[in-house]
Nanobody
Framework: VQLQASGGGLVQPGGSLRLSCVASGVTLDDTPIGWLRQAPGKERKLISCISSSDDDTTSYADSVKGRFTISRDKVKNSVVLQMNSVKSEDTAVYYC?????????????????WGQGTQVTVSS
């Protein structure tokens, strides 16, 4: 499966942005999905995960906990990342991927299927 992220753009510090993850030909409800990001010069890192829709358990990296929310839009067959109270350090290319749940938020995370990411730039 290959997933595509969209919805990025330029946002001011403290603002909000909503990212969307879709896949063609696949029902995402049965798939644990994670959002990752890669800042310039840094490694790609997992920041949020949602389990398969049996219980939709969610989790977050400490860097985004309390500010970002991951959820499913079952009508649109997508997974959404709502980003609130964004900071300059949130600037990165954001990707979505199929993940091995539960997510660990360390180098042992396992994920695949990420496609083209979407750029998020936080700047005044």
């Amino acid at each position: 499966v290959q997933l595509q992220a969209s919805g990025g753009g330029l946002v001011q510090p403290g603002g909000s942005l909503r990212l969307s993850c879709v896949a063609s030909g696949v029902t995402l409800d049965d798939t644990p999905i994670g959002w990752l990001r890669q800042a310039p010069g840094k490694e790609r890192k997992l920041i949020s995960c949602i389990s398969s829709s049996d219980d939709d358990t969610t989790s977050y990296a400490d860097s985004v906990k309390g500010r970002f929310t991951i959820s499913r839009d079952k009508v649109k067959n997508s997974v959404v990342l709502q980003m609130n109270s964004v900071k300059s350090e949130d600037t990165a290319v954001y990707y979505c991927a199929r993940v091995l749940f539960p997510c660990l938020y360390n180098n042992y995370d396992v994920y695949d299927g990420w496609g083209q990411g979407t750029q998020v730039t936080v700047s005044s």
